[in-house]
């Protein structure tokens, strides 16, 4: 068997990012609305899913929650710039600056669970 | 250095069989090459290495000193008409432009495929049917509508459009695109950027008479629309052509053929 | 009309709407976890707001229309999967999506 293709650059890794993401969030979202549509059963049914929710591990996974749709709206901007205005490069420093900014999309809800 | 002459020296050196400055180095290179069809393997090698040595001159060497059975092609050898593409240690590239320190970054290893997503005809030798069969699909040929008796096109070369045909014209169907992109590779539909990117080149050209067929055949399924815009075939195109951009530009025209536009 | 170019316009319409609603909705997180979440202050929020059921609307159609497209190009180029029966599911789940999803914008808002 031949071995996959091993090219390293930024904007094969901006678009497995964004793949990843996307699948990881659109597998979230359905368990998502369940836990919200918990409302219809009343104020108290929802605030005792919501102080299960409140322990390290799900706090973990609500920020990368965060994390994979900063990730994934970044991704999604840059694709959309490409297709859509003057080509202008293939605006590699972007994906850099949007590995960051997603970062400390995450880092700013993470400190802000821990006040 | 091997001392004797091969059975297989060339009529108009003798003696001298590949490029590059003969040293005295005495490292030697560790190749790995493959041979037989989907279902070969890789078999060992071991080249000595030469200063500004060249990828297609290890290849050469292979075949002329160690394994006459080895199939590569390979034709101008100076970076002129695209055959030699191979993977050259994972990526797709031009053997005879691709040197081996280049390759090799360093290391002793070299590996060498052939290029990924078509088929394998035997070694380093791929089958470039689908490729072209492909550019047909995307309907990358020109159709024309005058005769000798009419006036030639007018075309002003610093026109937007004529600038955006010329920056893509001057692909050479070398393949290494089509096994750059990951798309080809997990979506046996997709026409590929070469295909793509000659469309793209016809909607720009105002001599093409057939621009509505040109869109819809580069706007179909496996058409522009499955590319997601990685890049690959920007980053591996030895001529420095930009089928990424173009393609984006046939979704443009979709989106405004879709809207009744004028494109 | 193309398949091929309806789904992409689809993809990227249903993209430039949620752009701006995800970004409301990441500031909105990061500002509604501070101090821990509870029932009241949500619902005391989003209760009987056409603003937050118009908001959380369009949230859910648009992300209705957007994950199934975008999960086909996975399941095509990484699994293989084509043909009708993939797309007949790939439409289930958007319908799963929108009716959950329009569920929990009638929890929450109390429509």
Not at chain 1, 23 to 32: Q, R
Not at chain 2, 61 to 69: G, I
Not at chain 2, 72 to 92: D, L, Q, W
Not at chain 3, 8 to 15: D, I, K, N, V
Request: aromatic share 8%; glycine share 10%.
């Amino acid at each position: 068997m031949l071995p996959a293709n091993s090219q390293r650059h930024a904007g094969r890794y901006a678009a497995f990012a964004h793949r990843l993401s996307g699948v990881l969030l659109a597998v979230f979202l359905p368990f998502h609305f369940l836990a919200l549509g918990l409302a219809i059963e009343g104020e108290a049914r929802l605030d005792s899913f919501l102080a299960w929710s409140d322990q390290p591990l799900v706090k973990i996974a609500e920020w990368g929650l965060v994390t994979l749709l900063s990730v994934h709206l970044l991704a999604g901007l840059r694709v959309l710039t490409l297709e859509f205005l003057p080509w202008r490069g293939p605006r590699k420093a972007w994906i850099a600056v949007g590995a960051i900014v997603a970062a400390l999309t995450g880092i700013l809800f993470f400190v802000s669970a821990s006040a | 250095m091997p001392a004797g002459i091969s059975p297989f020296s060339c009529a108009n050196g003798g003696g001298r069989r590949y490029s590059g400055i003969m040293s005295n180095t005495s490292s030697t290179l560790d190749v790995r090459i493959w041979r037989g069809g989907e279902d070969g393997a890789f078999q060992p090698f071991s080249v000595p290495r030469q200063e500004h040595q060249t990828v297609l001159d290890v290849v050469t060497y292979v075949q002329r000193e160690l394994d006459p059975t080895l199939a590569y092609r390979f034709a101008c050898r100076v970076g002129m008409c695209g055959s030699c593409g191979m993977t050259v240690n994972g990526r797709p590239r031009w053997t005879c432009r691709t040197h081996v320190e280049t390759a090799t970054r360093g290391s002793d290893v070299l590996e060498l495929a052939p290029l990924r997503s078509l088929p394998i005809i035997r070694d380093l030798v791929t089958d470039m049917t689908p490729f072209f069969e492909k550019w047909q699909t995307a309907q990358g040929r020109a159709t024309g509508s005058k005769t000798r008796a009419d006036d030639t096109q007018k075309i002003d070369p610093a026109s937007p459009r004529r600038q955006a045909a010329d920056a893509a014209i001057e692909c050479i169907n070398c393949g290494v695109c089509y096994a750059a992109c990951d798309v080809v590779a997990s979506d046996p539909d997709y026409l590929g950027p070469a295909a793509l990117n000659r469309a793209w080149t016809l909607m720009n050209d105002d001599r093409e008479a057939d621009r509505a067929g040109v869109l819809e055949a580069a706007t179909a399924g496996g058409g522009c629309h499955s590319c997601h815009s990685h890049g690959s075939c920007v980053e591996h195109c030895p001529v420095g052509l930009n089928p990424s951009a173009g393609i984006a530009g046939l979704k443009r025209l979709s989106l405004l053929a879709m809207v009744g536009g004028k494109i | 009309m193309q398949a091929a170019a309806l789904l992409f316009l689809a993809q990227r319409a249903s993209a430039l709407v949620l752009a701006p609603l995800v970004l409301v909705h990441l500031g909105l997180a990061i500002y509604a976890i501070h101090g821990g979440l509870t029932a009241a202050e949500i619902l005391g929020r989003t209760q009987g707001s056409a603003g937050w059921t118009l908001f959380y609307g369009l949230f859910v159609v648009a992300a209705a229309v957007h994950a199934p497209i975008g999960l086909r190009n996975v399941l095509r180029e990484w699994l293989g999967l084509k043909g009708l029966g993939v797309n007949l599911v790939l439409v289930g789940f958007g319908a799963v999506l929108l009716l959950l999803g329009l569920r929990a914008v009638a929890a929450v808002t109390g429509i």
